[in-house]
């Protein structure tokens, strides 16, 4: 175990000193000795005294020259030396690349006889020597050359500038960084779209996929439209490019990739139609589009300094794509969607091993950093600055910044200074949300005499692994006050809590009101608010904020369930009742319905049992989940019955909010009803489905029932030539099995012909999909950690970004003493030949647990 690795330090920046004036690519295309010449107009910038140093890895060397001379660099094993004194030169290198043979999945690679690339973050250095850093930006000309004349579609960034048979050239004006640099040469089909600028600017919008899958990108061009209108319409940016292309990618380590004018994408979030996607999977799309599409401004015009700044880039892009959503679809739920996802994902993160504030001092592996903390708690800190200044201050501040920091690389400090600039405030304390990791806790105390309310707020950070003291953050509290007859007498109301402890107070009322605290989710923190169940079903049924609201059932879901794994306690039926009275309310959003109907899962129960100090027993929090769902299907049996009846969609599917958001309904009713009829209802949707999210959630219900084998065969017979329903084919298998069944199952899955480890959507769609079985993951037996360990210790020498990712699984858990030893155990042999990127997740996963 290699436990001294080298870290970089945010402390240690210091600027580069030579200026890349503009840098020229050749690319002689050939799967395994692929020649790369790149000539670099350098201008030195520092002293003299300074040599140039270039990233470079694993690259053969052919041909090195200064001002047409050849020279001799010195190499290493991180790059090159250039030893020169002049103030400006040219420099020329040639190296060779073996694009097939990198499985890694970064730099140059080939995907189904496509080469593509991935250089965010640090992939350029795999493709030729170069300044591999975002501060240094230079304007790219790139030629492509294909001596076999057998790849019709040659992409660079930019705009096109020349092509001819088996060659392209590309230049883009803008300068960018490395990271933002992309080729595409494959045989591909390009589907077309246009966009006219507000300006004037005619763009041609190009998808290019696979052939076979032309009928599955309309969907993804629609999204790009709407981005492109949305992005002038709300933030005043326009697109500056003559082209916009997108390019569809089977083997890809993450979701997509924003590279200047030429996006590339995972394959999952671009191809989609109704047969073979489901609601969630266009919804994905929708926003994975915008977001790549909004980084042109957000993390291209304006990118990073150093890659502590990351959530520069990404923390303001999500909350961008979330306002987008929030506008396409319905922002009460978007928004308590994403709290779902901030608390599954981010909150753990927050709170064990891997704890690490928005913008961290340290990395091994930056690919290790592009966490749910950097991206998610990254948006939710921008969501509180446009809360605490006001909508109208906000847009200010970006248009300032926009204006002050286009074509630079900026900073955490440069983003903070236009909105104190902007609002005179001090944003030091603010900060702290950049610059503090964990999750404070607000506990609430309340008092009532005269008419006079008084809401005293305490918060308190816990010292997490990377960090101990902590001090106040700056908490923007939502506050609404209903009275006993569930009328609201204080409307939504910014409370700023700054200090360790603070009273508000509210007077004249004339009783006792019921507070609504922290509405829209205003600040990511945990609330301890003590309130009766009858308190909780109150709120539940007359707050008027649709996140309070839904909190207030997720609360009492989360009581109950909790006492039912603790106590074999029967299933609260005051609670059952409230659920019953929002989902039989026809003027309630059914997309708002259906997340009432969904349980909070195993893992936030047992993170809120540790947090109250009681001992996590998975399996028993999974049978209680089930009993719940039994005794809810059995007491509301009718009501569902008429729901799934009322809202089945009989018009032709579209992939819009209003169907979709029927279409959740109705399924979530279907998975209580197949609790009750052994899944009769299920197995006849299966059969009459005509698009995906009916047949999919259908075979779902039936899984879990046990009920699917001849489903199950039928829907993989059916869709074998379509690799994205496979993967959800692997995946809701995994995803269903009990956690008694879940090893034996995985392993019969691996088996299977059509597992690959190389690929890893299939591979995530089974792995993934396991650690996320909560109760089949952590037994106690060890056998699920040992399962995991094994995959990720073969797929690490294959993919080291994609295996370390993944190894974050094991941050939660183990719940016992003997589960720790066969935990510690897997994590061992995981380390024992680990890549730099595994062995530092997993030493400090180790270490919290020794
Ligand atoms: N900037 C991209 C995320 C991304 C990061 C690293 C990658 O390497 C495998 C790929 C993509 C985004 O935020 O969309
Ligand atoms: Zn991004």
Not at 46 to 56: H, I, R, V
Not at 187 to 202: Q, V, Y
Not at 669 to 694: C, E, H, I, P, W
């Amino acid at each position: 175990m290699n436990l001294a690795q080298e870290k970089t330090l945010l402390k240690d920046y210091t600027a580069y000193p030579f200026e890349i004036t503009s840098v020229h690519l050749t690319f002689k295309l050939h799967p395994n000795k692929t020649r790369v010449l790149a000539r670099l107009n350098v201008k030195r910038c520092g002293s003299q005294a300074e040599n140039m140093f270039l990233n470079g890895d694993k690259l053969k060397l052919i041909a090195c020259r200064l001002d047409g001379a050849s020279v001799d660099p010195e190499l290493s094993e991180k790059g090159l030396l250039i030893k020169s004194a002049k103030p400006a030169f040219i420099l020329e290198t040639e190296v060779e690349i073996d694009p097939a043979s990198n499985t890694a999945l970064d730099g140059l690679y080939m995907s189904n006889g496509v080469y593509c690339t991935q250089c965010e973050a640090e992939g350029f250095r795999k493709i030729t020597f170069y300044p591999d850093r975002p501060d240094v930006m230079s304007i790219f000309h790139v030629r492509i050359e294909d001596p076999t004349q057998t790849l019709p579609v040659l992409l660079s960034n930019g705009n096109s500038v020349a092509q001819g048979p088996g060659w392209a050239e590309w230049s883009d004006p803008w300068p960018k960084p490395s990271y933002l640099f992309a080729l595409v040469a494959g045989d591909l089909k390009r589907h077309c779209g246009h966009f006219t600028t507000k300006s004037g600017r005619a763009v041609d919008l190009g998808i290019y996929v696979r052939k076979g899958d032309e009928d599955k990108c309309e969907f993804a061009m629609d999204s790009l439209i709407k981005s492109m209108t949305w992005d002038e319409d709300v933030y005043g940016r326009e697109y500056d490019l003559d082209v916009f292309n997108i390019v569809a990618i089977d083997d890809f380590n993450a979701g997509a990739m924003e590279n200047k004018g030429l996006n590339i994408f995972n394959s999952s979030y671009v191809l989609a139609n109704p047969k073979t996607t489901m609601d969630g999977g266009f919804e994905r799309i929708e926003g994975i589009i915008a977001h790549e599409y909004f980084h042109n401004w957000t993390g291209n015009r304006i990118t990073c300094r150093d890659w502590f700044q990351l959530s520069l880039k990404e923390g303001l892009t999500v909350f961008r794509d979330a306002q987008f959503t929030s506008d396409m679809r319905s922002a009460a739920v978007k928004r308590i969607e994403d709290v779902i996802a901030l608390r599954h994902r981010q909150f753990p993160e927050d709170a064990g091993a891997l704890a690490h504030p928005v913008r961290p001092e340290s990395y091994v592996a930056i690919d290790n950093f592009y966490t749910a903390t950097v991206y998610d708690k990254g948006a939710e800190v921008i969501g509180m600055l446009k809360r605490l200044v006001g909508d109208a201050a906000y847009e200010e501040a970006l248009n300032l910044y926009f204006e002050r920091h286009d074509g630079e690389a900026a900073t955490i400090e440069d983003w903070l200074k236009v909105f104190e600039d902007v609002t005179g405030r001090d944003l030091s304390q603010f900060k702290g949300w950049y610059t503090q990791s964990g999750t404070p806790r607000v506990s609430v105390e309340e008092a009532f005499e005269d008419g006079t309310y008084t809401l005293t707020f305490a918060q308190s950070t816990s010292p997490t692994l990377d960090q101990t003291d902590k001090v106040a953050q700056v908490i923007p509290i939502n506050l609404g006050l209903l009275n006993d007859n569930g009328d609201e007498i204080l409307p939504t109301t910014l409370l700023e809590m700054t200090k360790d402890r603070q009273s508000f107070e509210f007077k004249g009322l004339a009783s006792r009101p019921t507070a609504s605290i922290l509405r829209g989710f205003s600040a990511p923190v945990h609330l301890d608010q003590p309130l009766t169940d009858q308190k909780r079903a109150f709120l539940m049924i007359h707050d008027t904020d649709p996140f309070t609201r839904w909190e207030a059932s997720n609360a009492l879901q989360t009581k109950a369930l909790i006492d039912m794994a603790l106590t074999d306690a029967p299933a609260n039926l005051v609670l059952i009742d409230a659920m019953a009275s929002i989902i039989s309310d026809e003027t309630i959003d059914p997309a708002f319905r259906a997340l009432v109907l969904s349980l909070p899962n195993e893992s936030e129960l047992a993170r809120q049992m540790t947090s109250e100090g009681l001992t996590v027993d998975p399996q028993k929090l999974y049978l209680a989940r089930q009993a719940f769902s039994n005794a809810l299907a059995e007491r509301l049996y009718d009501l569902l019955k008429t729901l799934y009846e009322r809202h089945m969609v009989t018009a032709p599917y579209q992939p819009d909010a209003e169907q979709s958001a029927a279409r959740k309904l109705t399924n979530a009713a279907l998975s209580y009803v197949s609790f009750k009829d052994g899944g009769a209802l299920a197995g006849a949707q299966f059969q009459r489905a005509d698009n995906m999210t009916l047949q999919a959630s259908a075979l779902a219900s039936l899984l879990r029932q046990g009920r699917a084998s001849g489903e199950l065969e039928a829907f993989y017979d059916h869709w074998k030539d379509e690799r994205l329903v496979i993967d959800r084919w692997f995946l809701l298998q995994i995803a269903t099995a009990s956690p008694d069944t879940l090893v034996p199952v995985a392993q019969n899955l691996t088996k299977h012909a059509e597992f690959s480890i190389r690929n890893p959507n299939r591979f995530r769609s089974v792995i993934v999909a396991f650690t996320q079985n909560f109760a089949g993951f952590h037994q106690s037996s060890g056998a699920g950690y040992h399962f995991v360990a094994d995959w990720l210790i073969q797929s690490d020498a294959l993919n080291p970004t994609l295996s370390a990712r993944l190894s974050g699984a094991f941050q939660e858990g183990p719940f016992n003493e003997e589960g720790k030893n066969h935990l510690i155990a897997a994590l061992n042999r995981l380390n024992e030949k680990a890549s730099k990127n595994t062995t530092e997740m997993v030493s400090r996963i180790l270490s919290n647990l020794e």
